[in-house]
């Protein structure tokens, strides 16, 4: 089946609280919320830790979710807000629970 088209609003990026993208209606409503002028960066964060690494260096245990704090307070401090993060479910209530991130 075909997707209807998204309208653009314009506007600044609104906060998105997650769901299943491939569930009716929610890409449109991420799409909506945070692409409100029909720009996007997706940012796909994930578990990367290296199961045989990670008791040498215990620092791999949070890499990605360091790498992808600081690159957002870089793109906050260029005031770049449409971006939308892809991850699992149990590593976005995390990241809003702990980080009040809401993309």
Do not use: W
């Not at 569930?23 to 996007?40: D, K």
């Not at 008791?55 to 360091?66: E, G, N």
């Amino acid at each position: 089946p075909t997707r209807p088209p998204v309208e653009f609003a314009g506007g600044r990026p609104t906060p998105f609280f997650g769901g299943d993208l491939e569930a009716p209606g929610v890409l449109e409503a991420a799409l909506a919320s945070r692409a409100p002028q029909g720009e996007l960066i997706f940012l796909s964060v994930g578990d990367t830790r290296d199961h045989r690494r990670q008791h040498k260096d215990p620092a791999l245990r949070t890499i990605s979710l360091d790498f992808l704090m600081t690159l957002l307070a870089n793109l906050h401090r260029l005031d770049i807000h449409h971006y939308l993060i892809l991850t699992t479910k149990k590593l976005c209530r995390m990241m809003q629970r702990e980080h009040c991130l809401f993309s």
